[in-house]
C-alpha cells in the first residue's frame, strides 16, 4: 500500500488490524476500539496494555488440572477444603470459571484444552487426556464428572473417555440434564448449570 496515499496515520492502523484478529471483534468495532483508545487516558491506555502482556508473561497453567494459573498448583488444587474424591472434567480453562460461579461444586477439575474432534483432526492424543489418566491412576478419586459440551465433539469424547474410566472402578457421571444438546458450557446460565450438576447421571 503506498503509504503516502493512505488517509489514516499508521499506528492507528496498525492497532485497527492487531484488534480485527480478536475473536468477534470485526473492522468496524476494530475501529471503534482503535479511536478510543487514542481519547482515553494515556493511563488507561497503558493498564490495558500491561495487562495483557501479564496475562501472557505470568500466566502458566497448573501441573495437575491444567487450568490456567499464576502459581503452581492453582488455587483449587491447592485447596484442602475442595472435595478431593470429585473430578470434572471441562474442555476450556473457560468452562471452570461458570461452573465455579453456580457455587454448587466443590471438588477438583481437569481441563482437557479441546475436545476429540475427527474432522478437525484432534485425537485423543492431542488433549490432556494421558494426564488425565496418570492423574486417576494412583489417586482416591471415586468420582469422574464429564462436564465437556454437549455438541458432536463433546460427546465423543465424553464417550471415550467413559471407556477409558469406567474399568478403573470409578463411577463416572455425565453432566447433561437441562443442558440443551449444541450448548457450550461457558456461555450457560447460572440455573441451567446448576440443575446439570445437580442432576447429573451416571454415564
Ligand atoms: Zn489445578
Given at each position: 500500500m503506498n503509504q503516502g496515499l493512505h488517509p489514516t496515520a499508521e499506528p492507528i492502523n496498525k492497532l485497527i488490524q492487531e484488534l480485527n484478529?480478536?475473536?468477534?471483534?470485526?473492522p468496524k468495532s476494530a475501529q471503534r476500539l482503535a479511536y478510543y483508545l487514542l481519547r482515553a487516558p494515556e493511563e488507561q491506555a497503558r493498564l490495558l496494555a500491561d495487562a495483557i502482556l501479564s496475562v501472557k508473561q505470568e500466566i502458566t497453567l497448573c501441573?495437575?488440572?491444567?487450568?490456567?494459573?499464576?502459581?503452581?498448583?492453582c488455587r483449587i488444587c491447592r485447596n484442602?477444603?475442595?472435595?478431593?474424591s470429585k473430578i470434572c472434567i471441562v474442555e476450556q480453562p473457560q468452562d471452570i470459571l461458570a461452573l465455579e460461579h453456580t457455587r454448587i461444586y466443590q471438588g477438583l477439575y481437569h481441563v482437557l484444552h479441546g475436545a476429540i474432534s475427527p474432522t478437525e483432526g484432534v485425537?485423543?492424543?492431542?488433549?490432556?487426556i494421558r494426564e488425565l489418566m496418570e492423574r486417576l491412576k494412583?489417586?482416591?478419586?471415586e468420582e469422574v464428572i464429564l462436564?465437556?459440551?454437549?455438541n458432536l465433539e463433546g460427546e465423543q469424547t465424553a464417550m471415550y473417555l467413559n471407556k477409558l474410566i469406567s474399568p478403573l472402578d470409578i463411577m463416572v457421571t455425565r453432566l447433561a440434564q437441562g443442558l440443551p444438546f449444541g450448548t457450550e458450557l461457558e456461555y450457560a446460565d447460572d440455573v441451567t448449570l446448576t440443575r446439570a450438576i445437580e442432576g447429573r447421571q451416571e454415564f
Open positions: 484478529k480478536l475473536p468477534g471483534i470485526g501441573s495437575q488440572c491444567f487450568n490456567v494459573t499464576d502459581s503452581d498448583p484442602e477444603q475442595r472435595d478431593q485425537g485423543a492424543n492431542d488433549i490432556r494412583d489417586s482416591s478419586v462436564a465437556t459440551n454437549t
